[in-house]
């Protein structure tokens, strides 16, 4: 809104012709996010207080972790909030992929939303059937992916997809598009809400993995840069800039109350919200499959789930002493002699040894951008 209101005016005053500029409206839109959680944060922890909304804790979670029943949750509302904010200030809300971004953001923590109500109102840890959230999230993406594609018969986004390491390679799957955008969506939405487990941990790996993808939204929508690179060009996907950005701003202020101990929690309406918003950003600015490098930890922590599943119907046997991932390495006695299965990290050096590799994906998943 801002941006509409503001940069129009440079036709009288010069020095409104910044506004223009995508990466000064990122760095607004990142410090009005940061801003917004830091001011609302106290107040939003006091109201979910009052109303009792805390966390419920699952009985077979790490022991570790029953000090933390009645925690206050739903806190992703903030990082919504300031994100809905920042963007709606400061991006050109006339691009479609923005606003599908913001729709993919919104409604995949409608879904969160709900889920946590449930859990709140039954004091229980599980809210909507897995058949129920599932539904709903199909429903959404496809919803997604067929907006994606009436766009690309428009000529406003290309259903050719981005091949992390190949130049020049880029296989166009035409209306096959609505159904693999349906699994990113899909997946990166699920892996998030998995990853969200330990105090800061899913936060902080999001705001990097949104960090990267700010840098990758610029470059893609950027010409030269995409040419140069030889990356799918889309002229629209440069506006994803300043979501992106806003997204590491809310990240960096719903940390500052996440940080272990949390004084809240982000809950389904966070985690889902903002794995459904990295899965729209990597269609947004062509690069699918780059979501699978550059969200390497989430990749990690789904696989763990999955795996542990499989053998144990399989087998009879688990690969992990508990999963998700992080849940491993904080529960794990040293009464073991490999490493993967002799560990037992405190809370707070899991978080931070995964940011870490969080970092690593990051910088791995940018490299591909030259390596091709």
């Keep these: 809104m801002l941006y509409h209101l503001l940069y129009p005016l440079h036709q009288d005053y010069a020095v409104f012709n910044v506004f223009r500029y995508i990466t000064f409206r990122a760095a607004l839109a990142a410090l009005t996010a940061l801003l917004l959680s830091v001011v609302m944060g106290p107040w939003l922890i006091r109201r979910l207080r009052e109303f009792q ?8 979670g790490p022991a570790t972790h ?17 994100i809905l904010i920042a963007t709606l200030f400061w991006a050109d809300l006339t691009n479609p992929l923005v606003v599908l971004c913001l729709g993919a953001l919104v409604l995949f923590g409608a879904i969160g939303f709900i889920d946590d109500q449930r859990k709140v109102a039954r004091r229980h840890n599980l809210g909507l059937t897995a058949a129920g959230k599932m539904g709903l999230q199909l429903a959404v993406a496809a919803a997604f992916g067929a907006a994606l594609v009436w766009l690309a018969s428009e ?9 992390p390491f190949f130049k020049n390679v880029h296989p166009d799957l035409g209306w096959l598009y609505v159904p693999f955008a349906m699994l990113v969506l899909v997946g990166a939405a699920n892996a998030v809400n998995l990853t969200d487990g330990l105090d800061g941990l899913a936060i902080g790996a999001t705001g990097i993995a949104f960090a990267t993808f700010t840098g ?7 010409s030269v840069a995409a040419e140069y690179l030889g990356v799918v060009h889309v002229a629209a996907a440069g506006e994803v800039t300043v979501f992106c950005a806003a997204v590491v701003g809310a990240s960096l202020g719903f940390l500052w109350f996440n940080s272990p101990p949390a004084e809240v929690f982000m809950g389904d309406v966070g985690s889902m919200g903002l794995g459904g918003a990295i899965g729209a950003v990597a269609l947004a600015v062509k690069q699918e499959l780059l979501l699978v490098i550059v969200g390497g930890l989430f990749v990690l922590e789904a696989a763990s789930v999955m795996l542990q599943v499989a053998s144990f119907k399989l087998t009879g046997k688990r690969l992990f002493k508990m999963a998700p991932l992080h849940h491993h390495f904080e529960a794990h006695r040293r009464d073991v002699g490999s490493y993967l299965r002799g560990a037992e990290w405190a809370e707070q050096k899991v978080v931070v040894r995964f940011w870490i590799l969080a970092i690593l994906f990051a910088l791995l998943g940018l490299s591909t951008l030259k390596l091709r």
């Design 66 to 82: 029953a000090a933390k029943s009645g925690t206050p949750t739903m806190g992703g509302l903030l990082i919504l909030n300031a």
């Design 53 to 60: 909304i805390g966390q419920a804790i699952r009985a077979e």
């Design 216 to 222: 990758v939204a610029y470059v893609v929508g950027h």
């Design 155 to 163: 000529r406003l986004y290309d259903t050719r997809l981005g091949l």
